[in-house]
């Protein structure tokens, strides 16, 4: 069974930055595209950065300059470093993994993220 395991969540101050990460170590990492998305409830669950498996990167324009995302292929991990977060971007978290347009596609658990005001 394919598990994304997502870890870093939490409760930070605005302003503040957290680092999300999460592991797939029963794929073929390195072949997948890898995401991040958030979701409010009440609200559709929104990309917030994509990293394809030749390392191309795509945000957010709400997050751009802020966001990070990257992956590392030998520990089969995506990160996600968030800066100057803002109380409008509490939520959940999700990563997932992607392969041949989505014909292959995972879905972390999800990882709650607090910014108090």
């Known amino acids: 069974q394919v598990q994304l395991v997502e870890s870093g969540g939490g409760l930070v101050q605005a302003g503040g930055s957290l680092r999300l990460s999460c592991a797939a170590p029963?794929?073929?990492?390195?072949?997948?595209?890898m995401g991040w998305y958030r979701q409010v409830p009440g609200k559709q669950r929104e990309l917030v950065a994509q990293i394809a498996h030749n390392s191309v990167t795509n945000y957010a324009d709400s997050v751009k300059g802020r966001f990070t995302i990257s992956r590392d292929n030998t520990k089969s991990t995506v990160y996600l470093q968030m800066n100057s977060l803002t109380a409008e971007e509490t939520a959940v978290y999700y990563c997932?993994?992607?392969w041949g347009s989505g014909r292959l596609a995972y879905w972390g658990q999800g990882t709650q993220v607090t910014v108090s005001s």
């Open positions: 997932n993994a992607s």
């Open positions: 029963r794929i073929t990492f390195s072949v997948y595209a």
